[in-house]
């Protein structure tokens, strides 16, 4: 499953995917341990990016409180609780984690980092194809996202020591179908660029 990636960092964003607190800080909400032991190599990853000049990019998953009173199908509050509501301490990035000015913040409203946001065309006015993931939680936010990127001819590569996760088989189930169907996975020792 592990290969060595050559990336160009003009070419490259490394996507960090919801490192918020209400996955990742024990007072959240949908606290994951799988997502707080993350935080530490994915700042190895975010420096390391920093240091080549690649992009980084963060979602942010954020829930205005009356999203899902509309709903026909989707609602994310009947399956998890209400979570990440817009402006709260949960929706905020970990503070581990310091967005600095030159990063891109997407914010997303379902587990999809490309539906209804300009993710995509901003990928495209950059010139960027390849995208790093890392981030939480594997099987859901993750695995859409960078499903989605796939989809959209964008070259999804997911780290697989820098996968947040509820339970580790969630995270195993992600990548062998990431790797399976739409991407590649490897882990942050086999990425350099080139």
Known sequence: MCARFELEPERTALVVVDIQNAFCHPDGSLYAPGSEDVIDPIADLVSWADDAGASVVYTRDVHPPEQFEDAYYYDEFEQW????????????????????????????????????????????????????????????????????????????ILVEDCIGYIETDHREYALDHADWLFGEVTTSDDLEFA
């Open 81 to 156: 609780g209400e979570h990440v509501l817009e402006g709260s301490w949960e929706a905020e990035v970990v503070e581990e984690l310091p967005v600095d000015e030159a990063d891109h913040v997407i914010e997303k409203h379902t587990y999809d980092a490309f539906q209804k946001t300009e993710f995509e065309g901003w990928l495209d006015a950059r010139g960027i194809e390849d995208l790093v993931f890392c981030g939480t939680l594997a099987n859901v936010c993750v695995l859409h996202s960078a499903g989605s990127a796939g989809l959209r001819d964008f070259r999804p």
